[in-house]
């Protein structure tokens, strides 16, 4: 029996290359049970013709599928399913029950209801995405990313792709930071005190599971990454905010009963001030005064495209008193999630049993894939490539503002990718975020930064790292007029 052409089609949000998507296509239907052995598939002429496609492209994924025991081939008869092509599973379906769990009673421990914003998953379907932290593909190296990852793949490096390492991590990896990243930042480690985690985030929870309890008492800067807040509050330490102003986080307003400190000095987030050398000693002198620990995030260091930036407070640290937390996320790709810690050996030990209970280890391809990336100089190029870019969106950004008349609540005096805004008091950013995605524009209103019950309602942040320099203007521009009309 043979199949319908009228069967196949494409589904509009697959992914990978036309010819992954057609086995896909033709391996979901033979799991799902609605391709059966023995039935015959359409001839790559007919298919090719439906889907309006190449017939290379039809002929190359029926080869990979009959390679992989899902089609046979019988002469000039065609394709058909293969007998030994896998069996769709066979269930009974459970008869439909009722939940007489009282939920409510039975979660012991809360974790939803945060409020860190929230991106669309298709922000890249935007004409003017000026949203924060998202990888822009016209700047990435996908070229020498897929030869690293498939020297990772290779039969050399089966035991660093296929190993346990229980609760260590990918030696080439360690080495690089040890001997590149943290020297960049004044920073010297022995490999005993890094431990690689799964982005920054992952980071700051290892941190607040190890440093905090309920006893304790955490210094927060306001407003701060949202995501920061809510690990802190699922520690159920004491929580207090302390109010940043245009060099950061203030020393003497930290309290007195204060712990841990968590400080984005580099570029705080997200006003995207940069914390003067004066005011990061004030701040070691303050930890050591009140015997605290700091947790320094210096995301974003390597976008200081303006002037060098500012050694880290790890490397002024002369007391081990510092945590130090590094990403490749923001530099490489947000969905790589990885991450670093860096600490007295004491502490790594804790945070690597902790990591080890939960998730053993970032998986080891990943791993040795960004090793690779970053030994060869594909990293250090990147970096290059994305810091002249975003300085040129920079500069066509703040050119867009000023002619608009709109105001900046912070810039990053360094660089950075984003510039923090304030809208008139009377302007709720969040409803004029969503008339302004009506018109094809994100942005990302500031009220979710704040640690208050009743935050201001009037700052969003514009981030520039996304959106091609071309579409900047016009899209400054609709901005501006969607804040006029709430005058």
């Known amino acids: 029996?043979?199949?319908?052409?009228?069967?196949?089609?494409?589904?509009?949000?697959?992914?990978?290359?036309?010819?992954?998507?057609?086995?896909?296509?033709?391996?979901?239907g033979i799991l799902s049970g609605r391709f059966r052995t023995g039935e015959k598939l359409p001839s790559t002429r007919r298919l090719a013709a439906h889907l309006g496609l190449s017939r290379i492209t039809v002929t190359i994924a029926y080869t990979e599928l009959l390679a992989n025991d899902y089609l046979?081939?019988?002469?000039?008869?065609?394709?058909?399913?293969?007998?030994?092509a896998p069996a769709p599973p066979q269930f009974t379906p459970a008869a439909e029950s009722t939940d007489a769990v009282d939920w409510t009673r039975a979660i012991g421990q809360r974790f939803s209801g945060g409020v860190t914003p929230v991106k669309p998953q298709d922000w890249n379907g935007f004409r003017y995405p000026f949203i924060y932290g998202q990888a822009d593909a016209t700047l990435f190296d996908h070229a020498n990313w897929r030869l690293c990852a498939l020297q990772a793949l290779g039969q050399r490096e089966f035991t660093s792709l296929t190993t346990d390492y229980y609760d260590q991590d990918d030696p080439k990896l360690i080495e690089f930071i040890a001997r590149h990243s943290l020297p960049r930042r004044g920073i010297?480690?022995?490999?005993?005190?890094?431990?690689?985690?799964?982005?920054?985030?992952?980071?700051?929870?290892?941190?607040?599971?190890?440093l905090l309890t309920q006893r304790r008492h955490a210094a927060v800067e306001d407003p701060c990454y949202p995501a920061l807040r809510d690990i802190l509050s699922q520690s159920r330490c004491h929580m207090a905010p302390v109010q940043v102003d245009h060099q950061?986080?203030?020393?003497?307003?930290?309290?007195?009963?204060?712990?841990?400190?968590?400080?984005?000095?580099?570029?705080?987030?997200?006003?995207?001030?940069?914390?003067?050398?004066?005011?990061?000693?004030?701040?070691?002198?303050?930890?050591?005064?009140?015997?605290a620990l700091i947790v320094e995030d210096d995301y974003e260091f390597e976008m200081s495209f303006l002037k060098s930036p500012s050694p880290s407070l790890k490397s002024l640290d002369k007391d081990g008193r510092v945590i130090y937390v590094g990403s490749f996320s923001k530099s490489l790709f947000p969905g790589l999630r990885l991450g670093y810690l860096v600490g007295s050996e004491?502490?790594?030990?804790?945070?690597?049993?902790?990591?080890?209970?939960?998730?053993?280890?970032?998986?080891?391809?990943?791993?040795?894939?960004?090793?690779?990336?970053?030994?060869?100089?594909?990293?250090?190029?990147?970096?290059?490539r994305m810091s002249n870019a975003l300085h040129n969106r920079r500069n066509e950004m703040e050119h867009a503002i000023k002619a608009n008349g709109l105001q900046i609540a912070g810039r990053g005096a360094y660089g950075g990718s984003s510039f923090w805004m304030r809208a008139p008091d009377h302007v709720h950013t969040g409803d004029l975020a969503k008339r302004l995605q009506e018109k094809g524009?994100?942005?990302e209103p500031g009220a979710p930064f704040f640690t208050s019950d009743t935050p201001p309602q009037n700052y969003y942040r514009l981030a520039y790292s996304s959106i091609p320099s071309a579409r900047i203007s016009d899209g400054i521009a609709l901005v501006a007029d969607a804040l006029h009309h709430t005058m």
């Open 188 to 210: 010297s480690a022995r490999p005993e005190q890094i431990l690689i985690t799964l982005g920054a985030q992952n980071a700051l929870w290892l941190t607040a599971q190890v």
């Open 346 to 384: 004491p502490f790594i030990r804790e945070a690597r049993a902790l990591r080890a209970s939960v998730l053993r280890h970032p998986p080891g391809h990943i791993q040795r894939t960004a090793a690779y990336f970053l030994s060869l100089g594909h990293y250090d190029a990147l970096v290059r």
């Open 1 to 28: 029996m043979a199949l319908p052409v009228e069967t196949f089609f494409l589904h509009p949000d697959a992914q990978g290359t036309l010819q992954q998507q057609i086995q896909q296509m033709i391996a979901q």
């Open 441 to 443: 524009v994100l942005i």
């Open 72 to 84: 046979t081939s019988k002469g000039r008869s065609g394709y058909f399913i293969s007998e030994n």
């Open 248 to 291: 950061g986080l203030v020393p003497d307003a930290i309290p007195d009963e204060t712990d841990v400190i968590f400080t984005t000095p580099s570029h705080q987030c997200p006003t995207t001030a940069t914390m003067p050398m004066a005011r990061r000693r004030a701040l070691l002198d303050r930890a050591r005064a009140l015997d």
